[in-house]
């Protein structure tokens, strides 16, 4: 349990101690800094301590956004400073430093100052919290502070103070603003005008009873697979229901997020299983749908698969940008700032946001076709709908990058050249051939459009295979250098598209019942390795481990030996492989994944809450 230390003169009235039990603080009192530093040092060291000035007037919210999420080692208040494990020490070493210079002057001699709210008026107060806070500034401790808005978070300099404090409190509604600020503050249209005005009274409703947000991701993966499986049945009374289900599963995946905001239960695992179970829900559907589909006697295994390899495409066109960039300097460019200024204006900022076709548009899209129309029209429109809205957010990023002058950092290359997931081949080739004088991103288009043709020209056979070791020796060029040109982040959805794409098309044209959905089986289980190396990396972890890369055999290996399987093997034997390929990569990294995963949870790793992309 987190301890609350609370110091200075208590006032009579005040309720701080019951709102500090009741964010589940056990509260402790100290008669001076000498006391509290004492208090301090009883507190395991890896247990959440704050220090609450007892004369704190304030929402109870603005407590909860200072004192308990766990995304920071430091966070502060006015009035009030928390620690969790990682900044213990440095809280420890400023209040021995305040308690050893006594008096009741901040650090440095000034007077400590607080205020009611962001943007009004300071009032001098002699807080032992708020100096302990100067003093963590002038270590240069990264001490969190919230935005509290409209919250009250303030320790009154007289009576009169006090009583304008509690006046402002009353004025402020503490539960609608938490209710408010659990909603993304940026999402699409349909989950912000048709899914947010009652999730979030659904996400209260859950944490009222204890439900935590892992819980309620398990419960919308639970409904999309029900769902996927009612797609399957091939009826129509299946359709329908599946494309209700799918949207109450899309109404608990939005719940899951704002119940993590309303009640700050932000963990590295959550992270993680909620961006994975989004694309496994996505995904299953897919597959359950084809398998209604065939019901009818309509094959769109094709169909299915070219929808996956087209939306996984383009959410790592959108993480190769996003890493490309988050921390390039001069990043700027005449086509952002027509972005930003269309973003002015109100109705464009919507227009855009639906164009890109986002999660949200997107599941009310197939839900509503699924119930009214046939598996085989579902994604027509949605490979149509996703094209169109790939072209657009491409297009625009391939501006930026032409018209900017970015310098780009070695931390953007390094985490490009993950994601790339090159493999041993290129590896060793890497080591015995120059460097091309070409930028990498023409030798994966070459790549990209090279092998995809071929297979589609020729079909399984040894030309393929011929063109695919030119492929190899072309992904050892493209990473030759680091990733720092200005469309180098193309590379690797370029490598996406190459090796999706041509599973694809070999397994279509190998004209055997059974290999689309063992090719759909073998994409699924590389796209999850690659969708876990970006959270891993956005997580702050890192790519995964050389050996897995290498055990998987890399982008380029398993295309090598995809081709070289089809052109030695029948038809019928070309599926079975294609299956027990599948099979091994998603017990590999499935394996590695998880064990990961839950070893950072457990092992206290920094608990984050990422936002993602809309789409």
């Known amino acids: 349990m987190p301890t609350a230390i609370l110091t200075g003169q208590p006032v009579p009235g005040s309720s701080i101690e019951s709102d500090l039990?009741?964010?589940?603080?056990?509260?402790?009192?100290?008669?001076?800094?000498?006391?509290?530093?004492?208090?301090?040092?009883?507190?395991?060291?890896?247990?959440?301590?704050?220090?609450?000035?007892?004369?704190?007037?304030?929402?109870?919210?603005?407590?909860?956004?200072?004192?308990?999420?766990?995304r920071f080692p430091l966070a502060a208040v006015p009035g009030a400073v928390t620690a969790r494990a990682e900044g213990r020490q440095a809280l420890t070493r400023a209040l021995a430093r305040e308690t050893s210079a006594g008096g009741g002057t901040a650090h440095g001699g000034a007077p400590a100052r607080t205020t009611l709210s962001v943007g009004e008026p300071a009032a001098a107060v002699d807080s032992l919290a708020d100096r302990i806070v100067t003093a963590l500034d002038a270590d240069g401790a990264p001490v969190h502070r919230p935005e509290l808005g409209?919250?009250?978070?303030?320790?009154?300099?007289?009576?009169?103070?006090?009583?304008?404090?509690?006046?402002?409190?009353?004025?402020v509604d503490d539960e609608a603003v938490r209710l408010k600020s659990a909603v993304k503050a940026r999402d699409g249209f349909f989950t912000t005008f048709f899914i947010s005005p009652y999730s979030r009274y659904l996400a209260r409703w859950c944490a009222r009873r204890g439900l935590t947000p892992n819980q309620v991701t398990t419960a919308s993966l639970l409904t999309a697979l029900i769902a996927a499986s009612c797609a399957a049945t091939g009826t129509r009374a299946g359709y329908v229901a599946a494309g209700v289900l799918l949207i109450v599963s899309f109404v608990l995946d939005c719940t899951d997020g704002q119940l993590a905001r309303y009640s700050l239960q932000y963990s590295t695992l959550g992270a993680w299983l909620d961006a994975t179970f989004d694309r496994a829900k996505e995904y299953a559907y897919y597959a359950g749908l084809a398998l209604g589909a065939a019901r009818g006697g309509d094959d769109v295994w094709a169909l299915a698969l070219g929808a996956m390899v087209l939306q996984t495409c383009r959410h790592v066109v959108d993480f190769s940008f996003n890493e490309a960039n988050h921390d390039a300097t001069a990043n700027t460019s005449p086509t952002a700032a027509l972005s930003d200024k269309l973003d002015s204006v109100g109705w464009t900022v919507w227009v855009r946001r639906m164009i890109v076709l986002p999660i949200g548009e997107r599941w009310a899209m197939i839900a509503v076709l699924t119930a009214a129309t046939t598996p085989r029209i579902t994604f027509y429109a949605l490979l149509v709908g996703c094209a169109l809205a790939a072209t657009y957010t491409t297009a625009g990023r391939v501006l930026r990058s032409l018209t900017r002058k970015a310098q780009r950092t070695d931390r953007a290359a390094r985490a490009l050249g993950d994601l790339a997931d090159n493999g041993p081949l290129a590896e060793l080739l890497a080591r015995v051939l120059p460097a091309g004088r070409f930028p990498a991103v023409l030798w994966a288009v070459a790549g990209a459009v090279l092998l995809p043709l071929a297979a589609w020209i020729d079909g399984p056979g040894w030309s393929v295979v011929l063109c695919a070791v030119v492929y190899v020796l072309l992904s050892s060029e493209a990473l030759q250098k680091p990733l720092k040109g200005a469309l180098d982040w193309l590379v690797p959805p370029l490598f996406r598209a190459a090796e999706y794409g041509t599973v694809l098309i070999l397994a279509a044209k190998s004209d055997v019942n059974g290999a689309l959905p063992a090719a759909f089986g073998l994409v699924a289980a590389v796209a999850y390795h690659h969708y876990d190396t970006v959270y891993r990396i956005r997580g702050g972890a890192g790519a995964p481990p050389a050996w897995l890369v290498r055990a998987v055999g890399g982008q380029e290996g398993r295309t090598l030996l995809v081709t070289v399987l089809a052109a030695l093997l029948t038809a019928a034997q070309f599926k079975v492989a294609l299956t027990v390929l599948a099979v091994a990569v998603a017990l590999v990294v499935l394996v590695e994944s998880i064990r990961f995963w839950v070893a950072a949870h457990q092992g206290g790793a920094p608990a984050v809450h990422d936002e993602g992309e809309p789409a």
């Open 21 to 70: 039990r009741d964010l589940g603080f056990d509260v402790r009192t100290a008669s001076d800094p000498a006391d509290a530093e004492a208090l301090l040092a009883a507190v395991p060291g890896g247990e959440r301590v704050a220090l609450v000035d007892a004369r704190f007037v304030g929402h109870p919210h603005a407590l909860r956004l200072g004192l308990t999420d766990p």
């Open 150 to 171: 409209s919250l009250v978070a303030a320790v009154p300099a007289d009576p009169q103070a006090r009583n304008e404090a509690r006046q402002a409190v009353a004025a």
